[in-house]
C-alpha cells in the first residue's frame, strides 16, 4: 500500500518529509515493511504553499487501517494545526491510482473537491483536516509515477534544537561536493561561495544531500561535519527532473503553470531596476512573451544579457504575470548581425555621409560617391548550447545540467 502525506507544516516550523521519517520508523517498529519514501514536489507556483510544495508518499506492507490510523495520528501529533494555511491530507491506497492526479498536480492546478472525488472513485481511504487542502498533495503522492528520479538524503535536527542556528561546517559541505560533484548537486553554489543545503528555517531539516544515486549520497553523507543530527533519511524523488515543465505552443500558456518553448530572440536584453533583466521571443507559434532572469539568478543574467535579436533559443521556466521567469535556457542558433555605417572615401578618406534614402553615400569634402556600406560582422562570445541558473536560484524540481545535457530532443520529465 501507498501512504499520502501533505500540508503539515507551517513557517513557524515542521516538514512533511520529517513526519514521513518518523512515521517509516513507527510503522517498521509496529512489523510492517517499510519499502521506500517518496519526497513528490508539486506545482511550484502554488499559492498556499509554505517553501517547496512537497508531499511525501510511503509504500508500506502491512494492515492498511493500522497504517492509515498511525499515520493520523502522526498528523496529529505533529502538525502545526494552529496556522491558518495548515490543513493536512492523510490518504492510503492499496491499489495503484490513476497517475494522471500527479500529473495534473506537479503541472497545473486542482481543487479539493476534485482530490476528494479522485480517492472516493479510487477507493482509498483518506482523511482531510480543516480545509482539507492536504488531500490534493497527499493523493497527488500517491498516486506519483517517476519516468525519471533522483534521491536526496535528509538529516534532521533533535526537536530541542529546532529554531536554534544550525551547527554545520561549512567547509564540510564545500569537501562533499567537491568529492561527488555530479553525481550530488546543490549542495553549494561554488561561483557564489554560498551552501545551498542547510536550510534557515526554523524547521526540523538540518541539511539534505541530492544525487543521481543513494551511494553518492552515502559518499558526500560521510564529509559532513555537524551537530548530530536526530535521524536520516533518503528519499526517492521527482526534485531535479523537470517533471513540471509543459510543452504547450506559447499561446495556450497558462498563469502559474511552467513550460519549455522555442523561439527567437526579438529584441536586446533589458536590465531594469533592482538588477532584472528580460528580454522579448518571438515563439513558434507567433506568441511573443517576455522572459525574465530576476536578480537572484546572479551570473545567469551575464548569459540573457549577451542575447541578440534573432537568436534561436528554448527556454524553461515558469509563465507568472505575463512572463516566464527563467530556469534554464539553450542557445540553439547564435545570429550573426551585421553592422553597416557610412565607408571611407577612397578619394579623400573621410568618412562619408548617406547621399539621402536609396543614394548611396557622399564624400562632404571632395563630392566623391559610393553605394556600399562597410559593413562588419558583430563579433559573439556566446556559444550554442545550455545555461542554467546558480545552485542558489534553482528551483526543487529543475533539472541541473550536471545530469547531462538535456540534448535538442529534451523532452520534460523524461529520463535523458
Ligand atoms: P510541507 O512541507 O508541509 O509539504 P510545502 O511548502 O510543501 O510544505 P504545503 O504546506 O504542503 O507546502 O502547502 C501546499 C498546499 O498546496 C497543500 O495543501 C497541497 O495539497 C496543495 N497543492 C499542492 N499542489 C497543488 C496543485 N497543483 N493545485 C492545488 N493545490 C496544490
Given at each position: 500500500?501507498?501512504?499520502g502525506?501533505?500540508?503539515?507544516?507551517?513557517?513557524?516550523?515542521?516538514?512533511?518529509?520529517?513526519?514521513?521519517?518518523?512515521?517509516?520508523?513507527?510503522?517498521?517498529?509496529?512489523?510492517?515493511?517499510?519499502?521506500?519514501?517518496?519526497?513528490?514536489?508539486?506545482?511550484?507556483?502554488?499559492?498556499?504553499?509554505?517553501?517547496?510544495?512537497?508531499?511525501i508518499?510511503?509504500?508500506?506492507?502491512?494492515s492498511?487501517?493500522?497504517?492509515?490510523?498511525?499515520?493520523?495520528?502522526?498528523?496529529e501529533?505533529?502538525?502545526?494545526m494552529?496556522?491558518?494555511n495548515?490543513?493536512?491530507?492523510?490518504?492510503?491506497?492499496?491499489?495503484?491510482?490513476?497517475?494522471?492526479?500527479?500529473?495534473?498536480?506537479?503541472?497545473?492546478?486542482?481543487?479539493?473537491?476534485?482530490a476528494e472525488?479522485?480517492?472516493?472513485?479510487?477507493?482509498?481511504?483518506?482523511?482531510?483536516?480543516?480545509?482539507?487542502?492536504?488531500?490534493?498533495?497527499?493523493?497527488a503522492?500517491?498516486?506519483?509515477?517517476?519516468?525519471?528520479?533522483?534521491?536526496e538524503?535528509?538529516?534532521?535536527?533533535?526537536?530541542?534544537?529546532?529554531?536554534?542556528?544550525?551547527?554545520v561546517?561549512?567547509?564540510?559541505?564545500?569537501?562533499?561536493?567537491?568529492?561527488?560533484?555530479?553525481?550530488?548537486?546543490?549542495?553549494?553554489?561554488?561561483?557564489?561561495?554560498?551552501?545551498?543545503?542547510?536550510?534557515?528555517?526554523?524547521?526540523p531539516?538540518?541539511?539534505?544531500?541530492?544525487?543521481?544515486?543513494?551511494?553518492?549520497?552515502?559518499?558526500?553523507?560521510?564529509?559532513?561535519?555537524?551537530?548530530?543530527?536526530?535521524?536520516?533519511?533518503?528519499?526517492?524523488t521527482?526534485?531535479?527532473?523537470?517533471?513540471?515543465?509543459?510543452?504547450?505552443?506559447?499561446?495556450?500558456?497558462?498563469?502559474?503553470?511552467?513550460?519549455l518553448?522555442r523561439?527567437?530572440?526579438?529584441?536586446?536584453?533589458?536590465?531594469a531596476?533592482?538588477?532584472?533583466?528580460?528580454?522579448?521571443l518571438?515563439?513558434?507559434?507567433?506568441?511573443?512573451?517576455?522572459?525574465?532572469?530576476?536578480?537572484?539568478t546572479?551570473?545567469?543574467?551575464?548569459?540573457?544579457?549577451?542575447?541578440?535579436?534573432?537568436?534561436?533559443?528554448?527556454?524553461?521556466?515558469?509563465?507568472?504575470?505575463?512572463?516566464?521567469?527563467?530556469?534554464?535556457?539553450?542557445?540553439?542558433?547564435?545570429?550573426?548581425p551585421?553592422?553597416?555605417?557610412?565607408?571611407?572615401?577612397?578619394?579623400?578618406?573621410?568618412?562619408?555621409?548617406?547621399?539621402?534614402?536609396?543614394?548611396?553615400?557622399?564624400?562632404?569634402?571632395?563630392?566623391?560617391?559610393?553605394?556600399?556600406?562597410?559593413?562588419?560582422?558583430?563579433?559573439?562570445?556566446?556559444?550554442?548550447?545550455?545555461?542554467?541558473?546558480?545552485?542558489i536560484?534553482?528551483?526543487?524540481?529543475?533539472?541541473?545540467?550536471?545530469?547531462?545535457?538535456?540534448?535538442?530532443?529534451?523532452?520534460?520529465?523524461?529520463?535523458?
Amino acid at each position: 500500500m501507498r501512504i499520502g502525506i501533505d500540508d503539515t507544516d507551517s513557517p513557524r516550523g515542521m516538514c512533511t518529509t520529517y513526519l514521513g521519517a518518523l512515521l517509516a520508523r513507527r510503522l517498521a517498529s509496529a512489523g510492517m515493511v517499510v519499502r521506500e519514501l517518496r519526497l513528490v514536489r508539486l506545482n511550484p507556483n502554488v499559492a498556499w504553499k509554505t517553501r517547496g510544495n512537497a508531499a511525501i508518499a510511503i509504500t508500506v506492507d502491512g494492515s492498511p487501517a493500522t497504517a492509515f490510523e498511525m499515520a493520523c495520528r502522526a498528523v496529529e501529533e505533529y502538525a502545526d494545526m494552529d496556522c491558518e494555511n495548515t490543513n493536512p491530507g492523510v490518504v492510503v491506497a492499496t491499489r495503484p491510482l490513476d497517475p494522471a492526479f500527479y500529473v495534473k498536480a506537479v503541472r497545473d492546478f486542482c481543487e479539493i473537491e476534485e482530490a476528494e472525488q479522485f480517492l472516493v472513485s479510487s477507493g482509498a481511504i483518506f482523511r482531510g483536516y480543516k480545509n482539507k487542502r492536504g488531500l490534493i498533495g497527499a493523493a497527488a503522492a500517491v498516486a506519483s509515477e517517476f519516468p525519471d528520479c533522483t534521491y536526496e538524503l535528509l538529516a534532521y535536527r533533535d526537536e530541542g534544537r529546532w529554531g536554534t542556528p544550525r551547527a554545520v561546517d561549512r567547509e564540510s559541505i564545500f569537501s562533499a561536493d567537491s568529492h561527488t560533484f555530479p553525481h550530488t548537486w546543490d549542495s553549494v553554489d561554488r561561483e557564489n561561495r554560498v551552501v545551498v543545503c542547510v536550510p534557515h528555517s526554523p524547521d526540523p531539516v538540518l541539511f539534505g544531500i541530492r544525487g543521481e544515486r543513494p551511494g553518492w549520497l552515502s559518499l558526500a553523507r560521510e564529509h559532513i561535519i555537524s551537530e548530530k543530527p536526530s535521524l536520516e533519511q533518503v528519499f526517492v524523488t521527482n526534485q531535479g527532473t523537470d517533471a513540471h515543465l509543459l510543452e504547450e505552443p506559447a499561446g495556450r500558456m497558462k498563469e502559474g503553470c511552467s513550460y519549455l518553448l522555442r523561439g527567437t530572440v526579438a529584441g536586446p536584453a533589458v536590465t531594469a531596476k533592482g538588477g532584472h533583466v528580460s528580454f522579448p521571443l518571438e515563439c513558434e507559434d507567433g506568441t511573443c512573451v517576455q522572459c525574465m532572469a530576476y536578480e537572484p539568478t546572479k551570473n545567469f543574467r551575464e548569459i540573457v544579457r549577451s542575447l541578440l535579436p534573432g537568436d534561436r533559443l528554448v527556454v524553461a521556466g515558469s509563465y507568472k504575470g505575463g512572463s516566464i521567469n527563467l530556469e534554464k535556457l539553450r542557445v540553439v542558433v547564435v545570429a550573426a548581425p551585421v553592422t553597416s555605417r557610412p565607408p571611407v572615401c577612397e578619394r579623400c578618406g573621410k568618412r562619408m555621409t548617406s547621399a539621402g534614402t536609396g543614394k548611396g553615400f557622399k564624400c562632404r569634402r571632395c563630392g566623391g560617391r559610393s553605394r556600399e556600406a562597410e559593413t562588419r560582422q558583430v563579433s559573439r562570445s556566446l556559444a550554442p548550447g545550455w545555461y542554467e541558473v546558480p545552485p542558489i536560484a534553482r528551483r526543487h524540481l529543475a533539472r541541473p545540467l550536471c545530469r547531462g545535457d538535456p540534448g535538442s530532443n529534451f523532452i520534460p520529465g523524461r529520463s535523458t
